[in-house]
């Protein structure tokens, strides 16, 4: 099995055009890789290119490239209704769909098929690599590549190793992730590997001194990022993560290693129920304008 895979990763595949899956194929067209996205849905699919040139021309109004890498970088994605067309001549394929294990069980055990000779990768954040794997017949090609929103600009990916993935897959993912720019930590897989477990951790319990109402999202996101030297605080970071996210990783680790400190509090539950899901929704622990985080009135107030 290890002699099919590639030598080197040159043609990407990303599985779903969400929040997660545009990111990545932005990153990956901006580093100079050819990158075909693919989703079930045509209205999310037919939305990507122009949330992927909107994205790089961001990029070139910080300097971050010129107008010529923003047009040549554009040129390189290939949006496609099929996933056997999608998948012709991919190297590396990485899944970004919802975070059920129903649901990328199914896609890898497609992708197995159409993507014979590419390294599987999946971005869950929580979800047990191993599990995923098994509804491959190799799943020693298998392996997570867990990214950061936004993917463009935050410098770290997760490489997840389950029991099965190859030396070389762990190798093509390595020379890989270093090709995008980004730092990577490698883990081993058990439930939340190490970003989420901890992230999640300490987001949950901000969560919960907000509800007991000890502090302010404010104060408390300022206490970490003032006191702790954290960039951003776990309040703020759960609302750009997606509070739905947040939740559905909770109550994963919370039933896989019966620990009471993952039990999601009410607050989450109660402003996921309102559809109140963080910064894609314009609301959750803040209220969000554009990119600029609010404080929420009566969340925020003592």
Known sequence: MSNDLPGEIRRVLVVGSGVMGRGIATLCVSRGFETAIFDPVPEALGATPAAVEAALERA??????????????????????????AAVGADLAIEAAPES????????????????KAVLATNTSSLSIRKIAEATATPGRVIGLHFFNPAPVMPLVEIVVAPETSPETLAAVRRFVEALG????????????????????LGLEAMRMVEEKIATATDIDRAM?????????????????????????????AAELSEERFRPPDILRTLVREGKTG?????????????????????DSR
């Open 101 to 116: 294990l129903e649901v990328k069980r199914q896609i890898f055990a497609e992708l197995d098929r159409v993507a014979a």
């Open 60 to 85: 070139r109004d910080r300097g971050k490239m010129t107008r010529e890498d923003a047009e040549a970088a554009r040129s390189r994605l290939r949006p496609s209704r099929s996933l056997a067309e």
């Open 279 to 299: 910064k894609k929704a314009g609301e959750g622990f803040y209220r969000w304008e554009g990119n600029v985080a609010r404080p929420t009135e009566g969340k």
């Open 182 to 201: 980004k730092e990577a930590i490698v883990v081993r897989d058990s439930p939340g590997f190490a970003t989420s477990r901890l992230g999640v951790a």
């Open 225 to 253: 990022e003032a006191g702790y030297g954290h960039a951003m605080g776990p309040l703020k970071t759960s609302d750009l993560v997606g509070l739905d996210v947040r939740l559905a990783i909770a109550e994963a680790l």
